[in-house]
């Protein structure tokens, strides 16, 4: 097969919705669709929810929550689908929208009875903001939910895109019976069987079909009546602007009955963008650009606590990345080989000698890489558009055992580098503090301090509105902030100036008084803004 087929035929994603939506469940049925597991029934189904590859951690086990982002590569009928999954808790959405970098489409998980919640909102601020494209799976239909119309008015309303229903629901909750596919005028009937993949089709001579009336007799009014209503509301589906991240195709189903989900799969792989081009410092890098690059996007500690090593999660932009070839790591200026490349198959990992764009391979690593670090065949080019927040919550560290000083602090780097939280050290000082973005980060780097490296730690409170990234090009530009808010100013591990403002008044003042110093609240992953001599 050659290069360009090899590119054409990938299809990377994530899945994304508001925990409980049914994200989990979907990507259980969308491997059971394609083949790549085979579940015999739903008990099974739920026992390999819970031993899912998104379970690497041992605290996910004890909480439940799904901590970690993994990959799932399948092949569907002559696609390769690399599918990424993401932790559904906020706290750690920025886990999330870092994956979200490193895919070319999602699927967005609406559950009907709740429709557009608050971290689908957030989510999908997110794929706006780099015009990913989405398909829309409004799920649980086999409950009383809100009314499709007005959940499509909601969809439009709340997430800024317009949507285009392509498959329509005739009742809904214990009055279910199917949904019609309003291009190819089939009928899907619903049956309440969480173990069949087959669905029960009918085709009709479009709507005005009398077959119609003897199926699904008064009904018949309804379906044909929603049908033609859509039509008139909605412009015609175009591919083009669903493409460019403006126009959402909606389908409406049951993931956990296996219903509408083959709709579903056959749409996303007929429409859904092969591998995209990503930014970079030198410009474009397209997907058929002949020589190997691509960007870590995620840093995950091995399965096994005993061993330290991590995976950095690579995507791949453009060329063809061969096991045991050197590459080089623009950051450290260095060449490296991988001996052990892996691809993801649920828990399973395998060695893979070759891999090509819109490829996920896991590479072990030892402490050399970090979120944002790019690997080329020897261009010198760091890719662009991976995002680092400035935390809204911070803790001061408080080392419990003076004997693991050098643990704790390895930990720390180790944990920073993954991307669990940030570190700030006190300008001149030896104050430590830990931002994170959600709460629950706190717990889990105090779990995983003292199991993989035997460090006891406390977070003490510290009271502070957000921290923002000083960037001047002469140090006279900041003579203010440092002569009144000296014992505010940090460094990160980049040795970027931070100031962590107390609050809203704090950093007002602070752009007012230092006018010609920018003070950020997002910088690129890796980014070196100017650092105070
Ligand atoms: P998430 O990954 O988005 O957080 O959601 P997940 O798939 O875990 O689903 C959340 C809950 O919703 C699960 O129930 C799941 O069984 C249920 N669910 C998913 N799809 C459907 C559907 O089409 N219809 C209905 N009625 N329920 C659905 P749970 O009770 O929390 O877990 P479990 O005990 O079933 O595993």
């Given at each position: ?105 999602v699927i967005l998980v609406i559950d009907c009875v709740k429709g557009v919640e608050e971290q689908t909102e957030k989510l999908m601020g997110v794929c706006r903001m780099r015009n990913t494209p989405v398909i829309i799976f409004i799920n649980k239909l086999d409950r ?150 691509g960007f870590v996007f995620k840093i995950h500690a091995n399965l096994d606590p005993r061993h330290r090593d991590r995976i950095a999660f690579l995507r791949i932009v453009s060329g063809k990345f061969e096991r045991n070839k050197f590459y080089h790591h623009v950051r ?202």
């Amino acid at each position: 097969m050659n290069y360009e087929s090899e590119i054409t035929k990938r299809k990377t994603f994530a899945i994304i919705s508001h925990p409980d939506a049914g994200k989990t469940t979907l990507t259980e049925k969308l491997l059971l669709y394609s083949g790549a597991i085979n579940i015999a029934g739903a008990v099974k189904s739920n026992k390999i929810k819970k031993t899912a590859a998104s379970d690497f951690l041992e605290i996910e086990k004890q909480r439940g929550i799904s901590v970690a982002t993994s990959v799932l590569s399948f092949d569907y009928k002559e696609h390769k689908i690399n599918l990424l999954d993401t932790p559904g808790h906020k706290d750690f959405a920025e886990d999330t929208y870092r994956t979200l970098t490193a895919v070319d489409s999602v699927i967005l998980v609406i559950d009907c009875v709740k429709g557009v919640e608050e971290q689908t909102e957030k989510l999908m601020g997110v794929c706006r903001m780099r015009n990913t494209p989405v398909i829309i799976f409004i799920n649980k239909l086999d409950r009383e939910g809100r009314e499709p119309i007005e959940l499509l008015d909601e969809l439009e309303s709340k997430l800024s895109i317009r949507v285009r229903p392509l498959t329509w629901p005739l009742g809904m909750g214990y009055k279910f019976r199917g949904v019609y596919n309003i291009h190819k005028s089939t009928f899907a009937f619903y049956q309440t069987n969480k173990t069949k993949i087959e669905e029960d089709v009918q085709l009709f001579n479009g709507l005005e079909d009398p077959a119609l009336d003897d199926v699904f007799r008064d009904e018949a009014k309804v379906l044909r009546h929603d049908v033609e209503l859509i039509d008139a509301i909605y412009d015609d589906f175009d591919k083009k602007a669903y493409l460019e991240g403006k126009l959402a195709p909606v389908f409406f189903g049951s993931a956990l009955n296996n219903f509408g989900i083959n709709e579903l799969l056959e749409t996303f792989v007929e429409i859904a963008p092969a591998p995209s081009k990503r930014e970079s410092t030198t410009g474009i890098i397209q997907p058929d650009h002949s020589e190997f690059s691509g960007f870590v996007f995620k840093i995950h500690a091995n399965l096994d606590p005993r061993h330290r090593d991590r995976i950095a999660f690579l995507r791949i932009v453009s060329g063809k990345f061969e096991r045991n070839k050197f590459y080089h790591h623009v950051r450290l200026n260095r060449d490296l080989k991988f001996s052990n490349p892996a691809t993801f198959m649920a828990a399973n990992k395998t060695v893979v000698e070759d891999a090509f764009p819109g490829d996920v391979i896991g590479l072990y690593d030892s402490g050399t890489f970090m979120i944002g670090d790019t690997l080329t065949e020897g261009e010198n080019f760091i890719f662009k558009g991976i995002p680092r927040f400035a935390p809204e919550i911070f803790r001061v560290v408080r080392n419990q055992d003076p004997f693991k000083t050098k643990q704790l602090e390895k930990g720390i780097q180790y944990l920073t580098d993954e991307g669990l939280a940030q570190l700030f050290t006190q300008d001149g000082g030896n104050k430590k503090v830990i931002g994170v973005v959600g709460e629950l980060q706190f717990d889990v780097l105090k779990y995983r301090l003292l199991h993989e490296y035997g460090a006891s730690v406390e977070f003490a409170g510290m009271s502070a509105y957000k921290a923002f990234w000083v960037k001047f090009s002469d140090e006279s530009e900041i003579d203010e902030l440092k002569r009144i808010r000296n014992n505010y100013l940090y460094f990160d591990k980049n040795e970027n100036l931070v100031f962590i403002a107390e609050s809203e008044y704090s950093i007002t003042m602070a752009r007012q008084k230092n006018p010609k110093a920018e003070f950020l609240s997002a910088i690129e992953q890796n980014e070196r803004v100017l650092k105070l001599q």
